[in-house]
């Protein structure tokens, strides 16, 4: 029986990426990374599932939706009763069939991480992690079912100097990138202080979840849905002003937006370059309860392209109750898209290698391969055409690649024991001996 064909295709949400791609990511990841060593974070690593019971019920309603749930080992059905397959109810069957899942974010993953190995890390617990995530949402520019975080949390200190670290960790890493950005944030006591004089104590996180749709859906969609909430004509005109006018002043006194006040007015002080207020700033997640964070382009449509904030109990749900903590998280994959987008990628990130040896035969080859492992020893990217082709088609490979030099080897270079070194950008050639290709090489480094 002849063997069906299959096109190869890859699930929506998912990307492959091409070597380019690759440097790309990496010169994001590694800008990020070196902030973070600077700042005094370390990194840690966890596994990619967790059990579902560890990341259900952290990220609300819309979120608990989004997760990637991963069938059980085996007949996965075999707890599951003929009546429960006939209900169809999947509330009811994914804990027979399913009790782990993709993680969600790296946010979660490190406050069980905290809990479980208390005792083996010092606090305040400075951690930073660049890992993929995956949400079963609907892809879409810039939204994407696996996509990388960049996360920095400090976990065990209540300090607002944590805070302003944080926010200045992202002034820097979007300065070295060379991207014009707007770094919000606000702060969850206002915000909860807001719902309670519109009337909706004990229903506050149902207002901030309608506050976070301001960008999509804009504030007159907003504002009908706060209506259907039963606000007063004078709530829904307190909710106007001080959303329009960015004004937390109009809000009545409470000792919760007094709190919240006094927070922002600290990390407002430092004055930290590309920062601003905004009371509009919700973060949709159920786990924050201080500062939030947001950050946007000023230059490319694309939305958040990082965001985090304080959450000073999420380390409850897993047993441990005296651990404040706070993180901010870079969307990679966005960043990747702006600076695309924007053509704002170095162009030495071009090319692999440094240098690649072409040749016209066996014996040349030979007498470069020799080379090739010289230039390696001493720390120069080189490569060999690893084929006897036609010299063009090995030039054409070297440009392809992005490769800036090209290192000829013939009969006249073997018997002076040289190399003609072709520059790719301007055509110039130079024969060279195999220490002064070496010394030439290290020094354009």
Same mark, same amino acid.
């Given at each position: ?18 070597? /380019? #791609?690759? *440097? %790309?990511?990496?010169?994001? +990841? ?7 060593? @600077?700042?005094?974070?370390? $990194? ?43 209900? /169809? #109810?999947? *509330? %009811?069957?994914?804990?027979? +069939? ?7 974010? @790296?946010?979660?993953?490190? $406050? ?334």
């Amino acid at each position: 029986m002849e063997t069906m064909k299959i096109k190869p295709a890859l699930p929506k949400g998912m990307r492959d990426f091409l070597p /380019a #791609d690759v *440097r %790309k990511r990496n010169y994001i +990841i590694q800008t990020i990374k070196e902030s973070f060593e @600077l700042f005094g974070f370390q $990194a840690i690593e966890t596994p990619v599932m967790e059990n579902l019971n560890t990341l259900a019920g952290k990220y609300g309603d819309e979120g608990d939706k989004l997760l990637f749930k991963v069938l059980n080992s085996g007949d996965y059905l075999k707890k599951v009763t003929f009546n429960e397959l006939g209900d /169809a #109810d999947s *509330r %009811k069957l994914t804990p027979k +069939i399913a009790d782990k899942g993709l993680r969600y974010d @790296l946010t979660v993953p490190l $406050a069980r991480y905290v809990v479980q190995h208390q005792n083996e890390i010092s606090f305040p617990f400075k951690r930073y992690h660049i890992a993929p995530v995956w949400r079963a949402d609907r892809p879409q520019k810039g939204r994407y079912r696996e996509f990388f975080q960049c996360d920095a949390d400090i976990i065990g200190s209540k300090s607002l100097y944590n805070e302003v670290e944080l926010i200045q960790i992202y002034s820097s890493v979007f300065e070295k990138l060379k991207l014009a950005v707007t770094i919000k944030y606000n702060n969850r006591k206002i915000l909860m202080g807001l719902m309670q004089a519109l009337g909706l104590s004990g229903r506050e996180q149902e207002g901030i979840v309608l506050l976070d749709k301001l960008d999509k859906i804009g504030p007159d969609r907003v504002l009908e849905e706060f209506k259907t909430l039963g606000l007063s004509q004078d709530q829904l005109t307190l909710f106007k002003t001080v959303v329009s006018e960015n004004d937390i002043h109009a809000l009545p006194h409470s000792e919760l937006i007094q709190q919240g006040i006094e927070e922002l007015e600290f990390v407002k002080k430092f004055n930290i370059p590309s920062s601003k207020f905004d009371v509009t700033l919700a973060r949709g997640l159920d786990y924050y309860t201080g500062c939030i964070f947001e950050v946007v382009s000023n230059e490319y449509e694309i939305g958040s392209v990082g965001g985090g904030g304080r959450y000073d109990n999420l380390t409850e749900m897993f047993g441990k109750s005296d651990l404040a903590g706070v993180g901010i998280s870079f969307g990679l994959d966005r960043i990747y898209d702006v600076l695309e987008g924007l053509a704002r990628f170095p162009e030495t990130l071009n090319a692999s290698s440094s240098v690649m040896f072409a040749h016209y035969d066996d014996a040349n080859q030979s007498y470069a391969f020799e080379a090739l492992g010289k230039l390696r020893a001493a720390g120069i990217p080189a490569e060999l055409y690893p084929d006897n082709a036609k010299f063009q088609k090995q030039i054409k490979y070297a440009n392809d690649k992005g490769i800036s030099y090209v290192a000829i080897v013939g009969d006249n270079e073997m018997k002076n024991e040289t190399f003609m070194l072709k520059n790719m950008e301007t055509g110039e050639q130079e024969e060279m001996s195999i220490q002064a290709l070496i010394n030439y090489l290290n020094s354009i480094k």
